[in-house]
């Protein structure tokens, strides 16, 4: 789909590229509205920008590494928008940030430093160094150089669980004793993992056109795991995340893409009343929240408003058209807020029919939108605040 057309869907959905991985992408028109409400798209109008700007928004999850064009910074400042730019190295990746590292921290750093401090790093480690013998000592000299940098958080990528194997040809999990001295470290310097662990339950099920998800796996087989039956399972992966979390009672973390259990609103909910260090991103998931009944979902989110935080995936990588990037980023922006803000008309695809807003009180607002950022993420506004 072209990023002209995707522009008119009023939907949440964008169809930019996806830096971590499964960017729910617009594959359809959406269906016939009926007569009796009109869904409203596009971007802002003025009224609904200064509605946004008012809550302080935060973007805890982009990938933006080359955005050189000043475009890119006038955004922010229009939209009044602070974001978290979150690192992952990447083998399969085309860009040339995501292939290396220090690479990825330099170019990530100049942006940063342009921001007038709107911008905060989440940094992360190079898990294809993991069969090094120096993997450990190397990596947390990295981070804790990274940290006195800035870094507020590391994040732990899916290639942890589904692409890379040990030395005898297992998969590796989250959990891997090599891991435990990392996050020791990072719960040291409180700082938060951010885990992007498995995927949406899509990518171990056959194909199903009408998932959100599926364009997406079908332009990265190599992350459809249902062609990899040798990959471990998402009820292999999970588990080993969640060990994590019981080991490290004193590391907060978050879980990107509502903790990869979004096709079960009940899983998610025993997570939060398990794990008190437990909190998840909204990261490119929102057309799950859209597919529950409304009043399902408002409910979800009034009882866990201190657990969701806001997020996109949004990405501006160096071969991106910036402006045209741009567009997309403000149109997501729009969709969201419509739809967790009004009780306006949205398309949702997905849905096979019309989406409601959730129109949410505004104190819910401004912890999604900023106070559970800043809790999660200390230091995310950096030295702007
Ligand atoms: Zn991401």
């Known amino acids: 789909m072209s990023r002209i057309l995707?522009?008119?869907?009023?939907?949440?959905?964008?169809?930019?590229?996806?830096?971590?991985?499964?960017?729910?992408?617009?594959?359809t028109l959406p269906p016939a509205l009926s007569s009796h409400a009109v869904p409203i798209g596009g971007p802002f109008s003025s009224s609904e920008l200064r509605q946004f700007v008012a809550l302080d928004p935060i973007d805890a999850h982009t990938h933006a590494y080359a955005p050189r064009d000043p475009a890119f910074f006038a955004l922010l400042?229009?939209?009044?928008?602070?974001?978290?730019?979150?690192?992952?190295?990447?083998?399969?990746?085309?860009?040339?940030?995501?292939?290396?590292?220090?690479?990825?921290f330099k170019d990530t750093e100049s942006v940063i430093a342009k921001s007038d401090g709107r911008v905060a790093l989440c940094t992360t480690f190079d898990p294809y160094r993991f069969g090094r013998k120096d993997f450990i000592p190397a990596a947390i000299r990295q981070l804790n150089r990274d940290f006195y940098r800035g870094a507020v958080a590391v994040k732990i990528w899916k290639n942890v669980g589904e692409e890379i194997k040990d030395v005898k040809g297992?998969?590796?999990?989250?959990?891997?004793?090599v891991f435990d001295p990392i996050y020791k470290d990072i719960a040291a310097h409180h700082k938060t993992l951010l885990a992007h662990v498995a995927d949406p339950d899509t990518m171990w099920?056959?194909?199903?056109?009408?998932?959100?998800?599926?364009?997406?796996?079908?332009?990265?087989?190599?992350w459809y795991m249902y062609r990899n039956p040798h990959a471990p399972s998402k009820p292999d992966i999970l588990p080993a995340r969640d060990r994590i979390l019981e080991h490290n009672p004193n590391l907060r973390v978050v879980?990107?893409?509502?903790?990869?259990?979004?096709?079960?609103?009940?899983?998610?909910?025993?997570?939060?009343?398990?794990?008190?260090?437990?909190?998840?991103?909204?990261?490119?998931?929102?057309?799950?929240?859209?597919?529950l009944p409304r009043a399902q979902a408002i409910a979800f989110?009034?009882?866990?408003?201190?657990?969701?935080?806001?997020?996109?995936?949004?990405?501006?990588f160096q071969d991106d058209d910036a402006r045209d990037a741009l567009s997309d980023w403000e149109l997501a922006y729009a969709n969201d807020w419509r739809f967790l803000a009004t009780d306006d008309y949205l398309?949702?695809?997905?849905?096979h029919g019309k989406v409601q807003g959730l129109d949410l009180p505004p104190e819910i607002l401004r912890k999604?939108?900023?106070d559970n950022a800043v809790h999660w993420y200390p230091g995310i506004l950096g030295s702007s605040r």
């Open 6 to 27: 995707s522009r008119i869907l009023a939907s949440a959905l964008i169809a930019s590229t996806s830096a971590c991985g499964n960017h729910p992408v617009n594959s």
């Open 347 to 351: 398309i949702e695809e997905h849905s």
């Open 368 to 370: 999604l939108y900023h």
């Open 77 to 104: 400042r229009k939209l009044n928008l602070h974001i978290l730019d979150v690192l992952i190295v990447d083998d399969h990746s085309k860009d040339a940030d995501q292939n290396n590292l220090a690479q990825e």
């Open 301 to 316: 989110i009034v009882k866990y408003q201190d657990r969701l935080i806001y997020g996109t995936d949004n990405s501006l």
């Open 205 to 222: 099920q056959p194909p199903n056109p009408s998932a959100p998800d599926y364009p997406y796996y079908m332009h990265h087989p190599e």
């Open 255 to 291: 879980g990107a893409h509502l903790g990869s259990m979004e096709g079960n609103f009940q899983q998610l909910a025993r997570h939060f009343d398990q794990f008190p260090n437990f909190a998840v991103d909204l990261a490119a998931r929102m057309p799950y929240l859209m597919q």
């Open 170 to 177: 297992h998969y590796i999990l989250p959990d891997d004793p």
